[in-house]
């Protein structure tokens, strides 16, 4: 990449990711619960997998096989877990360089069993249910225990590790007391049924954590699979309301740099049609008012409604493939061409400004003092 360019900069904190590594690590061990870093929110970035790895985080997770290739030549040590279901070319590879994959297909399981066979692994599996998410995962429970039994009982290389569930993706479903409980039942009938303890009970994801602080998670559930508390720590305090003052929501920071400022008219002028992606966006008059643009768009961060100016009294107006516009009417400061402002962020802005080749990452480096922890 050209060594002049500066902005787009991510600035990556690895102290506040080890904060919210070893709070979070210290949280669920104390209730028996190992943590899957999963990894795919940040593309899998080493620095950032180090300090989860480094603080101690039991398994590394992500739906995406190239990520956790990549990462098996560098931490061969620890156990990884894909938490995608395995596509059917992936079968070799998922043999070769993963540990547990999570599964809700017989075809699958079986083309896992042969491969394993061919090179002569080992290969854990975890099934899903599907607790009314409605995305991946066995629906009847009936049909879930004949396959766990069909596993135990008739495959030699692919090892029944234990049951798992993702709830809050597709359905919006918020895991509770009651459904996990469930998952729990379903965890016992199989395990009366074989004879003995399954290994792992995966109950969710960032989204579970909130049952541990109100102390409602049922005891059989012994992993989470957390990516977002772990990476940018903003769902729990912003979306959830938990006040949680030993987590940084402030892991991640876009800086972008201004490349216009003028006072415009905020309604548009003309015959209105469509934006830039076929959308018909309301616009409200507000008058004149100044404004600025950043030289970051759309192709880097996709949701502006995501990214948060720390900048007070900047608002963001609205984006384009290329172009972040934002009100400065409300702003103290005085800004000019050639100024960078920051943004704080959510998920999906941090997962996709990861893996944008535009933006430039520079970390903030571990402190001494965290490397107690490794
Ligand atoms: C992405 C994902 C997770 C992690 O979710 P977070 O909300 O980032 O904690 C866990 N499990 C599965 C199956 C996932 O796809």
């Known amino acids: 990449m050209d060594t002049t360019k500066k902005y787009p900069l991510l600035e990556i904190n690895l102290n506040k990711i080890s904060d919210n590594t070893k709070y979070l690590l210290d949280l669920c061990n104390e209730n028996n619960i190992s943590i899957s ?4 929110g940040v593309n899998a970035d080493e620095e950032v997998v180090d300090v989860l790895i480094e603080g ?52 699958t399981i079986n083309l896992l069993e042969k491969e394993c066979k061919k090179q002569r692994k080992e290969h854990k ?5 599907d607790l009314g998410d409605l995305r991946e995962g066995f629906f009847d429970k009936e049909e879930l225990i004949d396959i766990a039994l069909y596993i135990e009982n008739n495959l030699e290389h692919v090892k029944l590790y234990g049951i798992g569930t993702n ?5 919006s479903i918020k895991p509770s007391q009651k459904n996990l409980s469930y998952l729990c039942e379903i965890a016992e009938e199989i395990e009366e049924k074989i004879s003995r303890k399954l290994d792992m009970i995966s109950g969710g994801s960032t989204t579970s954590l909130p049952l541990l602080f109100d102390d409602k998670m049922p005891g059989k559930i012994n992993n989470l699979r957390i990516g977002e508390a772990l990476i940018v720590g ?10 949680l003052n030993k987590m940084h929501k402030d892991t991640m920071i876009l800086k972008a740099e201004i490349i216009e400022i003028k006072e415009k008219p905020t309604y548009p002028i003309g015959e209105m049609f469509l934006d830039a992606f076929g959308n018909k966006p309301i616009y409200e008059d507000r008058g004149i008012r100044k404004r600025a643009i950043l030289a970051v768009g759309k192709q880097d961060f996709v949701n502006d409604r995501d ?52 933006v430039l990452k520079k970390y903030v480096e571990l402190k001494e003092l965290h490397k107690e922890y490794a």
């Open 37 to 40: 870093a999963v990894v795919k």
């Open 56 to 107: 101690g985080c039991n398994y590394i997770a992500s739906s995406r096989l190239e990520q956790l290739i990549s990462l098996k030549k560098k931490y061969s040590h620890k156990e990884n877990m894909l938490i995608r279901m395995p596509m059917k070319h992936e079968i070799k590879e998922v043999i070769k360089y993963v540990d547990i994959s999570l599964n809700s297909e017989i075809q």
């Open 125 to 129: 599996i975890l099934l899903m249910v």
């Open 167 to 171: 709830l809050s993706c597709y359905g």
């Open 234 to 243: 903003r769902d729990l305090i912003d979306y959830w309301g938990y006040d």
């Open 307 to 358: 990214l948060l100016p720390l900048d007070e009294g900047v608002e963001i107006v609205g984006s384009s493939s290329d172009h972040l516009i934002v009100d400065l009417q409300n702003s103290k400061k005085d800004f000019q061409v050639g100024d960078v402002m920051s943004f704080g962020m959510f998920y999906s802005c941090a997962l996709y400004l990861t893996s944008s080749k535009y």
